[in-house]
């Protein structure tokens, strides 16, 4: 599955990530990170067709450290992950293996319409996704809108449809129109049929959240 010098690596880039990001208070932290790692593992062990699990966990580990919420500018983030694989010992396959999945997973407000052509994309992304969903992603929104100065909720505020980059990453929403202008939208992304499975259940959970939420809101409870 995975050999000795590939432990290694992924030991190192462990230590890297965590570093990084151990101190985020956003919802990227490093448990966020472990959770994607541990999600893929799932998914990887039940596919059907051989997975690189090595690709695999690489990809979750790294798959933030990219991402343009946590760097200056995408350009910023991209250099800085293209400078990390290089430091490590991978062959050129495994690099741009583990880069294609790092650039083109991420949601982007439904803007990526980049669909990944390896297994092992396919299944981090649906990790990733899945933290997005269920009782993490509720608190993880939660924990972003604090983080950003943004509104739990605000009853004249409503969702926005068909969102740039720019708009979706603007700061002009609330956590609740968070779960309508992506949360809710994830389920339909799922690229595995184990993937598929589990954002069902989160889906489901979200909803019921959202159900009280109002409830509670109006006073009704």
């Not at 997975?51 to 910023?76: P, R, T, Y």
């Not at 720019?166 to 939208?185: A, N, P, V």
Request: proline share 1%.
């Amino acid at each position: 599955m995975v050999s000795g010098h590939q432990k290694q690596i992924l030991k190192q880039t462990e230590e890297y990530v965590y570093d990084l990001l151990k101190d985020d208070a956003s919802g990227h932290d490093w448990w966020h990170i472990d959770r994607v790692r541990n999600v893929a593992k799932t998914i990887a062990i039940q596919e059907t067709e051989e997975v690189n699990f090595f690709i695999c966990e690489m990809a979750a580990l790294l798959h933030d450290v990219a991402d343009g919420k946590l760097n200056k500018s995408e350009a910023a983030g991209e250099e800085k992950i293209r400078n990390w694989l290089k430091t490590i010992e991978l062959e050129e396959q495994e690099r741009m293996a583990i880069l294609d999945i790092i650039l083109h997973l991420s949601y982007k407000g439904g803007t990526n319409k980049k669909r990944l052509s390896s297994l092992e994309g396919k299944i981090v992304q649906d990790a990733d996704r899945l933290d997005a969903m269920g009782a993490v992603g509720i608190a993880r929104t939660m924990a972003y809108t604090g983080a950003h100065g943004r509104l739990i909720h605000h009853p004249d505020l409503l969702p926005r449809e068909n969102l740039t980059l720019e708009q979706y990453r603007s700061g002009e929403d609330t956590g609740i129109m968070h779960f309508y202008e992506k949360l809710l939208k994830l389920k339909s992304t799922m690229n595995t049929s184990v993937g598929k499975k589990m954002a069902s259940h989160r889906h489901t959970y979200m909803e019921n959240y959202l159900k009280e939420f109002f409830q509670e809101w109006e006073g009704d409870r």
